[in-house]
C-alpha cells in the first residue's frame, strides 16, 4: 500500500535540546531574512520532555545566544550554582572533600544552574511552536527514506495498532512519509537511525569507538532544613572503585525543596557481575549521601545513556540530505560533565548551514559547510581541548586517570601535544565471569534503596502490550548459549529496567524480554557482549512518561 506523504523543507527528529534549538534558529534566521521555510519536528514521546533525562546542571552559554532574554522569556531556568563540592569517596564509610584547586577547570560550575531539562525542552517547544515549527509528539521516526542516488529523503513515521503476530488490529494507523530537502537527526545518544546512517554513510571512518556511560536518576523532596538550593555535588569513587569500574554520582539541590541524584557508570566495565542500578542504589547508603536524604521521598526515577566520547569518537555530522547533530552523534563534553549547551550549540550550527543552503539558488545535498562552521566555533574548541578526558579514564581508572585530566586541563588546558585514544568499544571490554569476582549486592532497604520494579513503576513507562517487541534479537539462541556460559548473561545486570531475566522452567533456562519495562535508555544496544539486541522504535506514545527529568 502507497504512502500518504508530507513535505517540508526541514524534518528534525527528536524533540530534545539540539533538535528543538535547531527549529527555533532555523525559524529566527527565516524571520530576519523574510524567507519561507517549513519546519517540522517528530517527537517519539507522548508529549515534549517525556523521553528527556539529564542531570542537569545547566551552562547557559548556548541559551544566551538562542535567546538573549531568556530570562524575561520565562524560561525554567532558576536555581543558580551556589556551591560547588567535589567527593573523592574512599569507602562506603568515608570520603574526601576535595579542594577546588583540585578540580578540573571546565568542571567548576559558576554561572550554571540547576535544571529539569524535560521542562526546558517543554519550554523550547513553546519557543518553537510561536515562530511556526509544527511539533508531533506521539510520532516515532522507524524509517530512513532514501532517494535513488543514494541521499536521505526524509524519515517514514511507524505504524500502530500492529499486533505482536504483525497483524493489523481494530486501532491501525498507517505510517506516513515525511519528505524534506535536509533532515536532522536529534534522536539523542544511540539514536536507532543514527547508528544507521553511520554505518550506512561510513560515518565514523578513522574515529575511535563512540564510549558511554548509563546514567540512572531519582528525584527527592527531602525536608527544607536538609535542602540547600543550589549546592552541586559531583564525586567518584565507591561503589564502582570497588570492581575497578570508572564513573561518577551526582546530587544537585534544586528549587522546592528537590534534589536529583544520580550515578553514571562507564560502560568500559570489564566486571560482567556489575549492576549500575545497584551501585547507584549503594551509593545512596554512604553517609555523605544518606544524609540528605533522611525522611525524604523518592518521587521520579529514569535512566539515559550518554555518549561520552568526544571528539575522538564524534563521526561526520554531515551527509547526502542531512546532518546528524547533539547526543545522537556524540557531542558532549565528558570532562564538564554536560551535553545540553554542546547539543544545543550543534542544532544551532546546524540550522545556520540549513538556512544558508537554502538561500543559494542550487542548495547542497551534502552540507560540507557545517564542517566548516563546527570547527569555526566554540563548540569545537571545547570538544578539542577536553578530547583526552575518556582515553586517560578508561586506559588509568579513576584515580590515576583523574590526576591525568587534571594536568591536562589545569597546566595545559587541554593542549597537550598528544591525543590519548581508547580504541577498545564498551562491548568488548567484558571479560569471562569465571576471571571476575561475583558481586553480592544488599537487598534494598526501601528506604533509601529500592528494587527495579517499583523503580519502573515511578518513571509512568508504559508500552501497549499487544505490539511487536522493540527489542530486537539477531539470533535468539546467543543469551542462553553463549552469553550466558561465558558472561553469566550481563543483560540481567545491565538493564536498569528489569527487562531481561533468564527463567528456568521444565523446559529448562531461557531468555526473557519483559519489552514493556522498557525506559529506553539504549545499555542493551551498546553494552551486550555479541551485539546481538537491537533497540528499535516500539509504537508511538510508548516508554517513560518523565514529569520534570
Not at 543514527?194 to 574515529?207: A, R
Request: glycine fraction near 10%; proline fraction near 6%; aromatic fraction near 10%.
Amino acid at each position: 500500500m502507497e504512502r500518504e506523504s508530507m513535505e517540508f523543507d526541514v524534518v528534525i527528529v527528536g524533540a530534545g535540546p539540539s533538535g528543538l534549538s535547531a527549529a527555533c534558529r532555523i525559524m529566527q534566521l527565516a524571520q530576519e531574512s523574510e524567507q519561507e521555510i517549513t519546519v517540522c519536528v517528530v517527537e517519539k514521546g507522548s508529549e515534549v520532555g517525556a523521553h528527556i533525562l539529564s542531570g542537569a546542571v545547566l551552562e547557559p552559554r548556548a541559551l544566551d545566544e538562542l535567546f538573549p532574554d531568556w530570562q524575561s522569556m520565562g524560561a525554567p531556568v532558576n536555581s543558580k550554582v551556589t556551591q560547588d563540592t567535589f567527593y573523592f569517596y574512599t569507602s562506603q564509610q568515608s570520603a574526601l572533600k576535595l579542594p577546588g584547586f583540585a578540580i578540573p577547570k571546565p568542571t567548576h560550575n559558576d554561572g550554571n544552574y540547576i535544571v529539569s531539562m524535560g521542562n526546558v525542552c517543554r519550554w523550547l517547544a513553546e519557543q518553537a511552536e510561536g515562530l511556526g515549527v509544527e511539533i508531533y509528539p506521539g510520532f516515532t521516526a522507524a524509517e530512513i527514506l532514501y532517494h535513488e542516488d543514494g541521499s536521505v529523503k526524509g524519515i517514514a513515521t511507524g505504524e500502530m495498532g500492529v499486533s505482536a503476530e504483525g497483524e493489523q488490529k481494530d486501532s491501525y494507523v498507517p505510517s506516513m512519509e515525511l519528505h524534506a530537502k535536509y533532515t536532522l537527526f536529534a534522536e539523542g545518544c544511540r539514536g536507532h537511525l543514527g547508528k544507521q546512517l553511520i554505518e550506512q554513510f561510513n560515518l565514523s571512518e578513522g574515529k575511535d569507538p563512540q564510549h558511554y556511560g548509563i546514567g540512572i536518576k531519582e528525584i527527592w523532596e527531602i525536608p527544607a532544613d536538609q535542602h540547600e538550593e543550589g549546592k552541586v555535588i559531583h564525586g567518584i569513587g565507591w561503589p564502582l572503585s570497588e570492581s575497578g569500574s570508572s564513573g561518577g554520582a551526582f546530587l544537585y539541590h534544586a528549587e522546592n525543596n528537590q534534589v536529583y541524584i544520580g550515578l553514571i557508570t562507564d560502560l568500559s566495565y570489564s566486571n560482567p557481575h556489575v549492576s549500575p542500578y545497584e551501585e547507584f542504589q549503594r551509593w545512596k547508603h554512604h553517609p555523605e549521601t544518606a544524609k540528605y536524604l533522611q525522611g525524604g521521598t523518592r518521587i521520579a526515577y529514569g535512566a539515559r545513556a550518554i555518549a561520552k566520547g568526544g571528539l575522538n569518537s564524534l563521526p561526520k555530522m554531515h551527509f547526502p540530505g542531512g546532518l546528524i547533530i547533539g547526543c545522537d552523534a556524540g557531542t558532549l563534553n565528558s570532562v564538564k560533565i554536560k551535553g545540553n549547551h554542546t547539543a544545543m550549540k550543534s542544532g544551532m550550527i546546524a540550522a545556520e548551514t540549513i538556512v544558508a543552503a537554502l538561500q543559494t539558488e542550487s542548495p547542497a545535498r551534502d552540507l560540507v559547510d557545517f564542517d566548516t562552521a563546527m570547527k569555526n566555533s566554540w563548540l569545537h574548541e571545547e570538544l578539542y581541548t577536553t578530547r583526552n578526558f575518556s582515553g586517560f579514564m578508561h586506559k588509568f581508572g579513576s584515580l590515576i586517570g583523574a590526576a591525568f585530566v587534571w594536568i591536562d586541563q589545569t597546566i595545559f588546558g587541554g593542549k597537550l601535544p598528544f591525543t590519548v585514544h581508547d580504541t577498545t568499544p564498551d562491548h568488548a571490554a567484558l571479560k569471562p565471569a569465571a576471571q571476575c569476582k561475583k558481586i553480592t549486592y544488599p537487598k534494598p532497604d526501601n528506604t533509601l534503596s529500592f528494587d527495579r520494579l517499583s523503580s519502573v513503576f515511578l518513571s509512568n513507562t508504559n508500552h501497549e502490550e499487544d505490539q511487536p517487541c522493540h527489542l530486537r534479537l539477531k539470533d535468539s539462541t546467543i543469551p542462553i548459549a553463549q552469553n550466558l556460559p561465558m558472561y553469566d548473561e550481563p543483560a540481567q545486570r545491565y538493564c536498569p529496567a528489569g527487562v531481561y531475566e533468564i527463567v528456568e522452567d521444565a523446559d529448562g533456562k531461557r531468555f526473557q524480554i519483559n519489552s514493556q519495562n522498557c525506559v529506553h535508555c539504549k545499555t542493551c544496544d551498546i553494552k551486550d557482549p555479541a551485539q546481538n539486541i537491537t533497540w528499535v522504535t516500539p509504537e508511538g506514545f510508548g516508554g517513560p512518561n518523565y514529569p520534570n527529568m
